[in-house]
């Protein structure tokens, strides 16, 4: 194996022409330093990497292995999660704070060390502690190996565009406030593209993206959602979209005018600068919300622009965006969404189930003597609100440290009613650090049902550690014995960032191929907050192969 190290300032370029044919030990130096930056109309210090927002982009080739040295030079306690990045017997790396590793303190650093196996596609990175991933984020950028193709045409470019939400205010205290009072937070003021939200009210001098294009040429627009707690619409004015890949999974491809991407989501998507006589055409990302949810607003601008055209004298065609209500428009994206499954990528849906579960989603009440209403608002998973742990699960779980958590997180709900109906008498829940165990290469199946608890709501539920086939989805109460009859078991869309539907449910399968803990919770960061979150642990199997590797040396102490 070659060993290749670069310079920061060189290395993503290196990163973008690796010729070896072998597979590389990648290195990245991720410094954490507070960066004043000004967005609209407004300067602020952010928690920044390397002092870019967005964060640098990661990238590698499948089978390479990454080594991030992640340096804290700021006041908060840190981690960083390599979103969808499987971790296979590498969960030391997988970065959730006191799930896989207590986090790195101010002045420490720690060294994510992990091979990206069998995967190629965009992912991202992402602070796991607090509302860090506000600021805290970046791109993975995973190529196929070298002589692999595409299993579409090759586009002429690649363009990473991370979607996001910004605060006037500092996050951390938008989110403290919301504990203090036990109410939900003040919405963002604004969305963006790459860091910059475009034109917005009352700061009209704020500057856009622009992506330039030429004429005839396509390009494959690297597309990830690092909203804190939106799910978001994307169009470009009078072009179409082909989906090819979504969560670093290929996908049969088809043409939209409109991508469906909730926080924690990445889509891969083709854009042919097919208008012959060029100009200038408006990028929108806006929220999609069909729940009396507060949310915000604002359309996030870019502009498309042919380079064939005058960027400051070509007028720009506006794009419409969707009510934020289209849930038809939304389920028409999510119901296009196939496995590629070929023979080189096949969809290995199980068929043989070992662990048959039902997660109902919910929001309650709990009391809060202290908070404005005397109740604040609560999240669950079968009725448990998850309790963080003082020590990380992994560690507890590798050295059978007693008295961190329990193994008896219920398969089932305890108390069934009508989930999607009336509201239950009782909405408050219980607290507990409960997981639930799974033996190796175990198989799954995971019906995620939303409920009214206090209102339906979309759910993107995002799942460490593993991959998994969304095998159907629908309105209302799951229905165990007629809904299975109607599941895609054939080239069911693979993921790690599964929406549930708003008044409904969503079944996902998956094979517990990979020792360690690995959390599950919802991406909307205001709900895991809250305590929408649980874990399983996956024992080890037989042989050093099957097993979880020991802990690094230079992990991290609480």
Same mark, same amino acid.
């Given at each position: 194996?070659?060993?290749?190290?670069?310079?920061?300032?060189?290395?993503?370029?290196?990163?973008?022409?690796?010729w070896s044919?072998?597979?590389?030990?990648?290195?990245?130096?991720?410094?954490?330093?507070?960066?004043?930056t000004?967005r609209?109309?407004?300067?602020?210090?952010?928690?920044?990497?390397?002092?870019?927002?967005?964060g640098?982009?990661?990238?590698?080739?499948?089978?390479?292995?990454?080594?991030?040295?992640?340096?804290?030079?700021?006041?908060?306690?840190?981690s960083?999660?390599?979103?969808?990045?499987?971790?296979?017997?590498?969960?030391?790396a997988?970065?959730?704070?006191?799930?896989?590793q207590?986090?790195?303190?101010? %002045?420490?650093?720690?060294?994510?060390?992990?091979?990206?196996t069998?995967?190629?596609?965009?992912?991202?990175?992402?602070?796991h502690?607090?509302?860090?991933?506000?600021?805290?984020? %970046?791109?993975?950028?995973?190529?196929?190996k070298?002589?692999?193709?595409?299993p579409f045409?090759?586009?002429?470019?690649?363009?990473?565009?991370?979607?996001?939400?910004?605060?006037?205010s500092?996050?951390?205290?938008?989110?403290?406030?919301?504990?203090?009072? %036990?109410?939900?937070?003040?919405?963002?003021d604004?969305?963006?593209i790459?860091?910059?939200?475009?034109?917005?009210?009352?700061?009209?001098?704020?500057?856009?993206?622009?992506?330039?294009?030429?004429?005839?040429?396509?390009?494959?627009?690297?597309?990830?959602n690092?909203?804190?707690?939106?799910?978001?619409?994307?169009?470009?004015a009078?072009?179409?979209?082909?989906?090819?890949?979504?969560?670093?999974?290929?996908?049969?491809?088809?043409?939209?005018?409109?991508i469906?991407?909730?926080?924690g989501?990445?889509?891969?998507?083709?854009?042919?600068?097919?208008i012959a006589?060029?100009?200038?055409?408006?990028?929108?990302?806006?929220?999609?919300?069909?729940?009396?949810?507060?949310?915000?607003?604002?359309?996030?601008?870019?502009?498309?622009?042919?380079?064939?055209s005058?960027?400051?004298?070509?007028?720009?065609?506006?794009?419409?965006?969707?009510?934020?209500?289209?849930?038809p428009?939304?389920?028409?994206?999510?119901?296009?969404l196939?496995?590629?499954?070929?023979?080189?990528?096949?969809?290995?849906?199980?068929?043989?189930?070992?662990?048959?579960?039902?997660f109902?989603?919910?929001?309650?009440?709990?009391?809060?003597s202290?908070?404005?209403?005397?109740?604040r608002?609560?999240a669950?998973?079968n009725?448990?609100?998850?309790?963080?742990?003082?020590?990380?699960?992994?560690?507890?779980?590798?050295?059978?440290?007693s008295?961190?958590?329990?193994?008896?997180?219920?398969?089932?709900?305890?108390?069934?009613y009508?989930?999607?109906g009336?509201q239950?008498?009782?909405?408050?829940?219980?607290?507990?650090t409960k997981?639930?165990?799974?033996?190796?290469?175990?198989?799954?199946?995971?019906?995620?049902?939303?409920?009214?608890m206090?209102?339906?709501?979309?759910?993107?539920?995002?799942?460490?550690?593993?991959?998994?086939?969304v095998?159907?989805?629908?309105?209302g109460?799951?229905?165990?014995?007629k809904?299975?009859?109607?599941?895609?078991?054939?080239?069911?869309?693979?993921?790690?960032t599964?929406?549930?539907?708003?008044?409904?449910?969503?079944?996902?399968?998956?094979?517990?191929?990979?020792?360690?803990?690995?959390?599950?919770?919802c991406?909307?960061e205001?709900?895991?907050?809250?305590?929408?979150?649980?874990?399983?642990?996956?024992?080890?199997?037989?042989?050093?192969?099957?097993s979880?590797?020991?802990?690094p040396?230079d992990?991290?102490k609480?």
């Open positions: 194996m070659k060993v290749v190290q670069w310079i920061p300032v060189l290395m993503l370029v290196a990163c973008l022409f690796p044919v072998e597979s590389m030990v990648r290195h990245y130096k991720f410094n954490v330093v507070m960066k004043n000004t609209l109309c407004s300067t602020k210090p952010i928690v920044t990497v390397n002092g870019q927002f967005p640098p982009t990661l990238i590698a080739r499948e089978d390479d292995t990454v080594l991030v040295k992640v340096v804290n030079h700021v006041k908060y306690n840190l960083i999660h390599w979103h969808g990045i499987r971790q296979l017997r590498t969960g030391w997988d970065g959730p704070a006191y799930i896989t207590c986090p790195i303190q101010p %002045g420490q650093s720690y060294v994510y060390n992990f091979t990206v069998g995967q190629r596609g965009t992912l991202w990175w992402h602070a502690i607090l509302w860090l991933r506000a600021t805290v984020h %970046g791109a993975i950028v995973i190529l196929p070298l002589g692999v193709p595409y045409p090759k586009p002429h470019k690649e363009v990473v565009l991370v979607l996001g939400e910004w605060w006037k500092d996050v951390e205290a938008v989110i403290n406030e919301a504990l203090k009072s %036990g109410l939900a937070p003040n919405v963002s604004a969305h963006t790459n860091g910059y939200p475009g034109p917005v009210p009352r700061c009209s001098s704020q500057r856009g993206y622009t992506l330039t294009v030429e004429s005839g040429k396509t390009y494959m627009l690297r597309i990830i690092a909203a804190l707690n939106e799910e978001l619409f994307f169009k470009i009078g072009h179409k979209l082909t989906v090819v890949e979504v969560d670093a999974a290929y996908t049969k491809p088809f043409k939209t005018n409109t469906v991407i909730a926080p989501q990445s889509t891969n998507a083709l854009l042919t600068a097919d006589n060029g100009g200038k055409y408006m990028l929108a990302v806006s929220p999609f919300m069909d729940a009396p949810i507060a949310v915000d607003n604002v359309t996030g601008t870019a502009t498309v622009h042919y380079s064939s005058n960027l400051s004298s070509t007028p720009t065609i506006l794009a419409s965006a969707p009510a934020t209500n289209a849930t428009v939304a389920d028409n994206f999510t119901d296009s196939r496995s590629l499954n070929s023979k080189k990528y096949p969809a290995k849906v199980p068929f043989k189930i070992d662990h048959s579960l039902l109902t989603i919910s929001l309650g009440i709990n009391p809060c202290t908070c404005i209403n005397g109740s608002v609560a669950d998973i009725n448990v609100s998850f309790v963080m742990p003082k020590v990380s699960l992994l560690q507890a779980h590798f050295f059978n440290i008295g961190v958590f329990t193994d008896d997180f219920p398969g089932k709900p305890l108390n069934q009508n989930y999607t009336i239950p008498a009782n909405l408050q829940t219980m607290r507990g997981l639930y165990r799974l033996t190796y290469n175990s198989t799954v199946e995971l019906v995620l049902q939303d409920t009214g206090i209102t339906p709501e979309n759910h993107p539920i995002h799942l460490h550690g593993f991959n998994f086939f095998v159907g989805r629908g309105l109460n799951f229905n165990p014995q809904d299975p009859k109607k599941f895609n078991l054939v080239d069911p869309v693979e993921r790690n599964v929406g549930v539907p708003s008044g409904g449910w969503a079944a996902i399968r998956f094979r517990a191929d990979n020792p360690g803990v690995w959390f599950m919770h991406h909307l205001i709900h895991t907050t809250w305590g929408l979150k649980m874990a399983f642990v996956v024992d080890n199997g037989k042989g050093p192969n099957e979880l590797l020991p802990p040396s992990l991290p609480c």
